[in-house]
């Protein structure tokens, strides 16, 4: 068939469903990624650079194959092809990443790497096929060079429109409903179907196994350690999430790439962890010899310290702030996250401080999408908002999760927090969580030992060895502010400076 006498119809079509699955692919490729090495901004370049990358070399390739066989028939060839590599990504997705995760841990690298390699494998390739189709629908389209402006705007426009298309079905309504792998194999299947409309009656076979493909149970996203128990998974809104019951019994909630346990129901049922989250009960004695009247916890993730909170300080209110509310159906269902005033709120934690009336004496930050913290919650507006909602006397309490022997997130915050209260304390309670104090009162580790017996029993031995941990803050670190707060470069270059020290 000539380029004269290709139908404009069917090339249309499908530039449109081509437009559609590039875009919509590359979506689910970084939400592919999201259980592996966290959701980013970092993630996000380099998912949408090696996109680029691929679509361009696609670009330059596919013109030079249409220049030598400008048919319909050949064109709809790649998009089938394109069809299969994009069917393929979700069944290699999990051994692969599982791999990468496995062997950047030994030398532990940092996400930016690890996405970049994982990225360029998974999605390079069809990605490439899919930016040959644009050129050759360009050759097929075109009859008379009089003509190639308006034709070519035309294809443009349609696969602009259809790029749109796939951009809000995929982040709307195909991973929120059917999840990311059915996601690939749905956009897979829209461009099998339209190959069909230049191939022979025989390529009817690559849809219908992509449908029963579609309809096939997708089983588990990640499985659990020999041992443990997987007792519930989501793709949430907001990345990836599970609960897993240990062989000895302990839970943990586990998000992203699951580096970090972010709940922990212990196997008794006891309300003390022995980790960061214990922190929180006996802080607020370093400042006061009342339990706190209101607390606040943003990033709540399962409630390990709300739950602890409603156990130990039943008068004490709880305001519990999570932005994935599945998360806290996990707390309620697996955590036993409860209290007769325990308050959850569903919202992102910087506004909802904001929009909140204060008087708190206590604000505890936990918001961390392991290894990140969002940037605006290290910034000096954030910690002015946050000592602007406290109560007098009260005290702010931020988590900070690092890599074993690297201080710079913690100097940095230490700095930026420096630069808006007057007493900021550390409390190095594990190799990779140190516990930041910031008051304007006045704060310490000798009045925490002497109120001792202000507490629960079952809390003292956690004080005194609080109150022994408890120190002035670290020297240096830069202040951040929300103009300027790289954390993410930050923590990454922990990460690899860590990784070329153990190499040494």
């Known amino acids: ?53 691929a679509l361009s070399v696609g670009y330059w390739v596919g013109g030079r194959a249409a220049d030598r066989n400008p048919s319909l028939r050949g064109l709809c060839r790649l998009v089938l092809i394109a069809s299969g590599l994009i ?82 079905l995929s982040a709307l309504v195909l991973i929120p409903f059917a999840g990311t792998k059915r996601t690939f194999l749905i956009f897979a299947l829209a461009l099998a179907l339209v190959s069909l409309l230049g191939l022979a009656r025989r390529a009817v076979l690559a849809p219908i196994a992509l449908a029963i493909l ?101 008068q004490t209110r709880v305001d519990a702030v999570e932005i994935d509310d599945e998360l806290t159906e996990m707390g309620r269902a697996y955590f036993d996250l409860r209290g007769e005033n325990l308050h959850t709120h569903t919202a992102d934690a910087r506004p909802w401080l904001r929009r909140s009336d204060g008087r708190f004496d206590l604000i505890v930050v936990d918001t961390y999408r392991q290894p990140y913290i969002p940037f605006y919650m290290t910034t000096r507006e954030f910690f002015e908002l946050a000592r602007d909602r406290l109560a007098p006397g009260g005290m702010v309490v931020i988590n900070v999760g ?55 029993v079952e809390l003292r031995p956690v004080a005194l060895a609080t109150a022994a941990r408890l120190a002035p803050r670290l020297p240096g670190g830069r202040v951040y502010t929300d103009d300027v707060a790289p954390v993410e470069w930050l923590v990454d270059a922990s990460i690899v400076q860590v990784a070329s020290d153990g190499e040494r």
Do not use: C
């Open 1 to 53: 068939m000539t380029p004269a006498s290709a139908p404009i119809r069917r090339i249309l079509a499908i530039e449109f469903v081509v437009g559609m699955a590039a875009l919509g692919s590359e979506i689910a490729a970084a939400r592919l990624l999201a259980p592996y090495f966290g959701d980013s901004t970092l993630i996000w370049a380099n998912t949408i650079g090696t996109v680029l990358v």
């Open 87 to 168: 069917a393929l990504v979700p069944f290699v997705a999990g051994p692969f990443l599982g791999e990468a995760v496995d062997a950047l841990d030994a030398i532990e690298a940092g996400a930016f790497v690890g996405s970049l390699i994982a990225v360029l494998v998974l999605i390079a390739v069809p990605v490439f096929v899919l930016g040959m189709i644009s050129p050759y629908a360009v050759r097929l389209s075109v009859a008379a060079v009089e003509e190639a402006g308006t034709v070519t705007g035309r294809l443009w426009a349609v696969s602009t429109l259809g790029s749109l298309a796939g951009t809000f």
């Open 214 to 314: 579609v309809a096939l149970p997708v089983g588990t996203i990640k499985a659990a350690e020999p041992g443990d128990t997987l007792l519930d998974e989501a793709e949430t809104e907001y990345g990836y999430a599970r609960v897993v019951e240990k062989a000895s019994g302990d839970r943990w909630m586990e998000l992203n790439e699951g580096q970090a346990i972010h709940s922990l129901l212990p196997e008794d049922g006891s309300h003390l962890t022995g980790g960061y989250w214990d922190e929180p009960l006996v802080l607020p004695f370093a400042a006061s010899s009342k339990p706190p009247a209101r607390v606040a916890i943003l990033g709540n993730a399962g409630g390990t310290t709300a739950r602890a909170y409603g156990h130990y300080f039943p």
């Open 402 to 456: 690092h890599p074993e022997s690297s201080d710079d997130l913690e100097q940095v915050l230490s700095a930026t927090m420096d630069d808006v209260f007057a007493t900021v304390l550390r409390d190095p309670v594990q190799d990779t969580n140190t516990m930041l104090v910031g008051s304007d009162a006045a704060v310490s580790g000798e009045l925490l030992a002497e109120r001792v017996r202000d507490l629960p």
